[in-house]
């Protein structure tokens, strides 16, 4: 008769998952069968897929920058391969910086840039933080809110304050 194989142990994290983390949080992986490697994904694929570009191989902690879904599980030669484990996570969803249109913690030229691309239609809106566009609070993104974030930029102006359309101040 044939001997089974032990099999690895499934993969765990340092964060619970169905967890709400701040943006940058890290994570780290582990399995408590010494020696197996962890493989991940990041893209609802099976990190078993071998040949697969989605495959990562787990080596240090994972920054958590965004709402992430993780596949994780553990190989070793000699060894049956761990059940796969989802871990599911939300980044907090920060109070909007007026005129930090992309939400990196800077009012900067980017931030111009990228309301320039939503009023173009480059963007789609879940693409920036429409609230931190909307500078003047008048409820629409227009040049209006990208030319007041340049004169930020410049220090022509020190807040938006100001410019809140009169509709938004009630």
Known sequence: TKLAKPT??????????????????????????????????TDLTCPCIVDSESRIKYTGPITITEDTTIIA??????????????FIYSVEKTDSKIGDVNGDGVVDISDVALIQKYISSLV?????????????????????DATLIQKYIAQIITDFDQFVSAKAKG
Request: hydrophobic fraction near 30%; avoid cysteine; charge should be negative.
């Open 8 to 41: 690895v142990s499934r993969v765990s994290a340092s964060i619970p998952s169905n967890t709400t983390v701040k943006k940058g949080t890290t994570l780290e992986l582990t399995t408590s069968t010494e020696g197996a490697e962890i493989y991940y994904t």
């Open 73 to 86: 599980y553990a190989v070793k030669d000699g060894y049956t391969d761990s059940k796969t484990t989802l």
């Open 124 to 144: 789609t809106p879940d693409e920036i933080d429409l609230k931190a566009a909307d500078v003047n609070k008048d409820g629409k993104i227009t040049v209006a």
